[in-house]
């Protein structure tokens, strides 16, 4: 009896508040989560893995020699433009995501499982041994219920089945005006921001460090410079967007 209720009340929720797309409001089909097909295949795609150098290479391999640090950096991208001119789907999808009215942790695994799907015949994946997401600061996780790019992470597993690890790379300080600071000062706001716990565990391994958005880079460089002496650790780089005009 109580299963026939519970399976009524839900039919009845469906029809009073349909799951509709985070981006254009349409009601999802079966098979659809917080995203339509539509708007998936509107993204308008990087296709860096398919390029040389590419963009985000490039900035990495600036990073690296500004610094003057020795990084087994191997190979990085964003999946799509997060810009005015081609990126304000993706801008709107992360943002909804992440500040709407009621912020969705399902459209970062479901941005994740789509890259993982265009991405599974190139090079990216190949012998990556763990997924990392950038960690949120434990305060800043406690507001938003959820750390988006571990769901990210969730969604490249869900196609590629890498095992996900949180608990080496640890954030220790919050810097909550990130988005709003200029280059100098955000790379200032990022200084050691990370820690990592038991590096040894980490020898040898293939690390792709997982993120949503790439700006300067400077946040991901950190957790670069955090794995540096860890010997034979190599960081590729994963990112939906790439905020470059
Ligand atoms: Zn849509």
């Given amino acids: 009896m109580s299963s026939i209720l519970s399976t009524c009340s839900r039919a009845i929720l469906e029809v009073l508040f349909p799951s509709c797309c985070v981006a254009c409001g349409h009601k999802l089909v079966q098979g659809e989560q917080a995203i ?6 509107a993204i308008v795609r990087t296709e860096h893995m398919f390029l040389p150098d590419n963009g985000i290479d490039m900035l990495f391999a600036d990073w690296i020699k500004k610094e003057h640090r020795t990084i087994h950096y191997e190979h990085g991208v964003a ?3 997060y810009n005015r001119e081609r990126g304000q789907l993706l801008r ?3 943002e909804r995501g992440k500040f709407g009215t009621f912020p969705n942790p399902m459209v970062f695994h479901e941005l994740g499982r789509v890259a993982a799907m265009d991405y599974l ?4 994946f190949d012998d990556v041994d763990v997924l990392v997401p950038v960690p949120l600061h434990p305060r800043r996780l406690r507001q938003r219920g959820f750390n988006q790019a571990e769901y990210i992470c969730k969604g490249l597993h869900s196609i590629t089945k890498i095992p996900i690890d949180t608990s080496h790379l640890v954030r220790t300080k919050n810097n909550p005006n990130q988005s709003r600071s200029n280059f100098d000062k955000r790379h200032e706001n990022v200084l050691d921001l990370f820690a990592m716990r038991y590096p040894e565990e980490w020898k040898n391994k293939h690390i792709l460090l997982v993120d949503d958005v790439i700006t300067s880079g400077a946040t991901l460089f950190e957790c670069m410079k955090q794995m ?10 994963f990112a939906l967007g790439w905020a470059h005009n």
């Fill in 36 to 41: 339509c097909s539509s708007c998936l295949n």
């Fill in 79 to 81: 999946f799509a433009f």
């Fill in 92 to 94: 709107s999808l992360i």
């Fill in 121 to 124: 015949d190139s090079e990216l």
């Fill in 228 to 237: 540096t002496p860890i010997r034979g650790c190599r960081i590729s780089v």
